[in-house]
């Protein structure tokens, strides 16, 4: 955070200062949780349906906090406010105000804003400060946390931007003042939420009309909508994708293990792309943060190079790992039929690769209202026509609605896929005993599903089959 004393704070956010003098100046960014208190931060008392935060002050403050944003009296240095919230929002508004200097790139869209985030962080923080934490931090709260974290040496910073009403984005946007604004596309995740893509499409679109003068507005080409978003006046358009007419795209595109090769082409000429990223839908992160250094004027050599080199940052997102010759997959972060469909087919390419059994354990998608049988059972559909050799469902049976055998012997393409469904994670690793070398294996749910927790129980039942084997 900028420095401020803590009069200057509590004039900022209308609060009462408690157990210390105002003119303690203070550049300690905010954390919410008493764990991550250290000497550089204050603490942020909310007051949740389960928790108070204002039982954990003693130990924020234990653990270095200098002080603490409370609601509450309490025997700690403290800015006491009405509305916890409400103040956090007016600090940031206050801090992002100020740092005149700070160029806010705004990202949305209905999946790969985390890994289009993590791409543009490892492309611009050769150019300057970049803040772009690892976890998500997209909603009303997570954006003034984000803001608050920057300093006058901050050159970017990178603002992912979820909703799940109309309004939402416009109201981050109001904190943020992105100068870029980002759409990577309008696909059905949170469906159920909206009521159509037509309803999403227009709360993405916020983003960008609330770009003003000299702002620059990226829009993805994969889907219908978003490239037609309307631009305001004054600011500049960018479009990337695979199709020859796109500003920023890719071409001669090649996949090996997995993984896409690629050459860049922008208006600065072309370079070649080895994505380290797992799956071919990782052309389109790749292309946005391409898109978006582009318009920063970052040359294209450093961009390809940068792309070439990134890894995975942010858990639960394709991440691979071996166990001996078996494949892992853990892509347990979300899930969306657009993502999932994107998981199997990068499960079926490196299956196809190593020769191996491919295994897709999937769970239930959520938030995609009356069209959540219909949209379940296509994605089992599409495991069947790409050639997955075993489709888990795992507490959901509406991945098989259409895998009967009967159905099974009128569908085109595929090879049949072996279904098993299980109503518990632990019951489903059973099939573990089955994986033979060369096998891939692929988990994938919505996160309330918390298939992290199935990844792990696979990956322990590995290890000890390993360890026998030894």
Known sequence: MINLTLTQIAKIVDGQILNSPGDVATAAYPVINSD??????FFVAFVGEKVDGHDYITSAISNGAQFALVSKDCAAPAIK??????ALTDLAKFVRNELKNLTVIGITGSQGKTTTKDLLKHILSVSGETVAPAESLNNE???????????????????????????????????????????LGVGKAHVGEFG?????????????????????????????FTPVMAI????????????????????????????????????DGRAAVSLQLLGIHQISNALAAAAVATALHVSIDTISAALSTAEVSSKWRMEIAQFGEITLINDSYNANPESTSAALRTLALISQETGGVSWAFLGKMHELGESSAQEHAAIGRLANEIGIDHLISVGTEEYLADLTSEKLATMDGGGESAVHYFEKKSDATSLVEH????????????RSEEFNLLAELIKDRLVADMEVEK
Do not use: N, W
Not at 142 to 157: I, S
Not at 208 to 218: C, F, P, R, V
Not at 439 to 445: G, P, S
């Open 81 to 86: 406010v009405l509305d916890v919230q409400k």
């Open 36 to 41: 991550q208190a250290t000497a550089e931060t």
């Open 232 to 267: 305001p006046d004054g600011v500049s358009k960018l479009t990337f994708g695979e199709k020859s007419t796109c500003d920023v795209r890719a071409a001669d595109i090649e996949v090996r293990e997995g993984r896409a090769h690629f050459d860049l082409v922008s208006g």
């Open 141 to 183: 709260l997570g954006v003034p946390l984000l803001l608050l974290r920057c300093t006058e040496q901050t050159k970017y910073c990178i603002v992912e931007m979820g909703a799940r009403h109309a309004g939402d984005i416009a109201y981050l946007s109001e904190i943020a003042k992105p100068s870029i604004g980002v759409v």
């Open 196 to 224: 159509s893509r037509e309803t999403i499409a227009k709360t993405k679109s916020e983003l960008i009309t609330s770009l003003t003068t000299g702002g620059t507005a990226i829009l993805g080409t994969y889907d219908e």
């Open 435 to 446: 994986f033979s070398p060369g096998d891939v294996v692929l988990v994938k749910a919505s």
